[in-house]
């Protein structure tokens, strides 16, 4: 049996459904369909406070109650069979309008959740973006035993840490998927003497290993030996201040450290950290459970560590800047001019910049907080632009430098520029070449190597059928560009998108733009 809705894409998908999945596909749909726990009850001919034990998993479900759920939703719940993957029909040359907001980030968010494994008291996330990337993490949790509860709103999250981890239970087809497991390091670390986790997966992005992350952790008193798909874990923990230097400037390497350093007794000095937006947020939130920490923001972090760590605390997850960037491309490959509100603006400098070099106009508003009271938000409006090609190539950097997540939206913003622009990826061995795809559409890129692409506009986009890349922001980059491309497009294979994105498509068409979903 598979798991599918429009709401929570297939993804989530696991073998042996539960209460617990179900009843979260049911409040995505719910949520979707715009609907009140009171409303669905009244068309399910129930009480509210069934479907509010449905929602929370604590229903048993037999196949027709989910069948009339599905038919009360029109959305199909549960499939049996092969999960039936989505697809998108986009009339293109349409300009959008209007104002859409950026969601949390995913980044943050799963740094967070894996944090949480370090509180023995309750975390509450506030407004936790809606994404498969999520519901991987929360189905390991889950599965080892964590209670994690989202309230009403769909958006917070409460979680709570069992007194011991059932970590023989692990969800490895949810762990499997996704990279971000290897987060689970730094916290087990101070909890567990010896565990096992499955191997970290993730996008199609070349070669991605994870040897910064032992080269830091074994500081730590970690020993990791891998074996057909598994790390198995030995602690030998220790005591008194550590200064440790990463190899790699990462950003999941850094907060794997973080965590490590927050969860022992000692300060721990971390060099050649990343100072990024996501390492921020799990730096507010180890600040709320009591963990010191000098140096945020900067590329050395004094972690004043605690043992036994036990804090009810709530925190806001910020703004994604990658979301930002990818909405804020809509508007200029399209021609439009839209408001892209709660923009992070300390992690988009360079990228507005750069924007502006090409040519980009665009306004911003007073900055204001964020909701967990640190960040600084602006709302961004772009308006039509003759873009021209930059002189320099356009390339990543840890931060503060342009966003590595965000440099693929410029190879659309390029191809819609005069001139040729040179875009260097340096970071990874495979993301660039997706990006060729663009051509599929009219564009002129050429791959010169697996790192740099030559891109020449401006394109004269015509509509085509194009395979999904299986990497989550070239994904974006060709659907983005089928919205600039006169005529009809299809893009195949669509789930990825949902990894990272919340209903994207559906706040697309808030804006203006055209675009269906089908199914096989
Ligand atoms: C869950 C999460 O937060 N994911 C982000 C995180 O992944 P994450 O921190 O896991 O990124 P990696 O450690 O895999 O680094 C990405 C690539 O950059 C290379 N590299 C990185 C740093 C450095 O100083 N030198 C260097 O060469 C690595 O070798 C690798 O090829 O950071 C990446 C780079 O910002 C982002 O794309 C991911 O979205
Ligand atoms: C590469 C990315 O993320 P992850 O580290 O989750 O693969 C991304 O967000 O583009």
Same mark, same amino acid.
């Given at each position: ?145 964590? #209670? +994690? @509860?989202?309230? !009403?709103?769909?958006? *917070? &999250?409460? =979680? $709570?840490?069992?007194?011991?981890? /059932? ?64 790390? #198995? +874990? @030995?602690?030998? !923990?220790?005591?008194? *201040? &550590?200064? =440790? $230097?990463?190899?790699?400037?990462? /950003? ?74 990818? &909405? ?193």
């Amino acid at each position: 049996m598979t798991v599918v809705t429009d709401a929570l894409p297939t993804a989530t998908a696991t073998p042996a459904v539960d209460a617990a999945q179900v009843g979260a596909l049911v409040r995505g749909a719910r949520q979707n369909r715009g609907l009140t726990q009171a409303q669905l009850a009244e068309r399910l001919g129930t009480s509210q406070s069934a479907v509010h034990r449905i929602e929370q998993g604590r229903q048993n479900l037999s196949l027709e109650l989910i069948g009339r759920i599905s038919a009360a939703l029109d959305s199909e719940i549960i499939s049996v069979g092969a999960p039936k993957r989505s697809h998108l029909l986009v009339e293109g040359g349409h300009q959008l309008e209007g104002r859409i907001e950026v969601n949390s980030s995913k980044n943050g968010a799963v740094a967070l959740l894996c944090a949480s494994l370090l509180n023995s008291g309750r975390t509450v996330l506030r407004g936790v973006a809606r994404i498969v990337e999520v519901d991987r993490i929360v189905d390991v949790l889950r599965s080892v035993g964590v #209670r +994690a @509860t989202w309230a !009403p709103n769909g958006r *917070d &999250l409460e =979680i $709570v840490r069992p007194a011991t981890l /059932d970590l023989a239970n692990i969800d490895v087809d949810a762990a499997v998927r996704t990279r971000s497991i290897i987060m689970f390091f730094g916290p087990l670390l101070g909890l567990e003497p010896t565990f096992e986790l499955p191997y970290a997966g993730g996008c199609d992005l070349g070669t991605r290993t994870v040897e910064p992350h032992m080269i830091a952790l074994r500081r730590f008193g970690l020993d990791v030996t891998a074996t057909a798909g598994t790390y #198995r +874990a @030995t602690v030998t !923990p220790g005591t008194g *201040d &550590l200064s =440790i $230097v990463l190899t790699e400037r990462g /950003d999941t390497v850094t907060e794997n450290a973080l965590m490590a350093a927050a969860g022992r007794d000692g300060v721990t000095t971390i060099r050649n950290a990343s100072p990024n937006y996501m390492v921020q947020d799990l730096c507010f939130y180890l600040e709320l459970l009591g963990v010191r920490i000098e140096g945020i923001g900067t590329t050395t972090l004094r972690v004043h560590g605690r043992l036994g760590i036990d804090a009810d605390v709530e925190y806001a997850v910020s703004e994604d800047p990658v979301e930002a960037m990818s &909405l804020l491309t809509a508007g200029i490959v399209t021609s439009s001019e839209i408001t892209v509100a709660r923009v992070p603006i300390e992690f988009m400098e360079i990228e507005l910049a750069t924007l502006a070099e090409m040519g980009q106009r665009y306004t911003l508003s007073d900055e204001y907080l964020a909701r967990n009271g640190r960040t600084r938000l602006v709302d961004v409006t772009v308006h039509p632009s003759e873009l021209r090609a930059p002189i320099d190539k356009i390339h990543p950097m840890p931060f503060p430098g342009l966003n590595i997540d965000n440099l693929p939206f410029f190879a659309v913003i390029a191809a819609s520029a005069t001139g040729t622009t040179l875009i260097h990826d340096w970071v990874y061995e495979g993301r660039a070449i997706h990006l060729t795809d663009l051509t599929r559409l009219g564009a002129d890129v050429r791959l010169m190597d697996a790192h740099r692409l030559q891109i020449t506009g401006p394109t004269r986009w015509s509509g085509a059928e194009v395979s999904c890349p299986p990497a989550l922001r070239p994904a974006v980059v060709i659907l983005l560009a089928m919205l600039a491309s006169k005529g009809t497009s299809v893009l195949r294979g669509v789930d990825i998108i949902a990894r990272g994105y919340e209903q994207l498509t559906e706040r697309l068409i808030e804006l203006g733009a055209h675009i269906e979903t089908f199914r096989d």
